[in-house]
Nanobody, 123 residues
């Protein structure tokens, strides 16, 4: 089972910023695409962003394009999600995962999820 450790969530006002971090094993980090998903109460978990194994190509859901930036730090085996211009609709638990792309959609490669990190944006 692939282990992820998310951190960096918190409470911010509309327009604020947060940076989420996800530490993975070296093998997972270096050889697989990594991504972020989020889930709000009463809603299904949704894809937010992904980055290829090399860190060269990012992907974003339309609702966060231009506001969120995903990146990889190979020295720390850490994936970051920089979130700027936050909106109340970004409020959710954010999960990191090893991901794969199938039929144009990103999926968690594993059967389970980590604990996630809570992001709350107040209006």
């Amino acid at each position: 089972q692939v282990q992820m450790k998310e951190s960096g969530g918190g409470l911010v006002h509309t327009g604020g910023s947060l940076r989420l971090s996800c530490v993975a094993s070296e093998v997972t980090f270096r050889f697989y695409a990594m991504g972020w998903f989020r889930q709000s109460p009463g809603k299904e978990r949704e894809f937010v962003s992904a980055i290829t194994s090399t860190g060269a190509t990012p992907y974003y859901v339309d609702s966060v394009k231009g506001r969120f930036t995903i990146s990889k730090d190979f020295a720390k085996n850490t994936v970051y999600l920089q979130m700027d211009s936050l909106k109340p609709e970004d409020t959710a638990v954010y999960y990191c995962a090893r991901v794969n792309l199938r039929s144009g959609k990103w999926y968690n490669s594993n059967d389970s999820w980590g604990q996630g990190t809570q992001v709350t944006v107040s209006s």
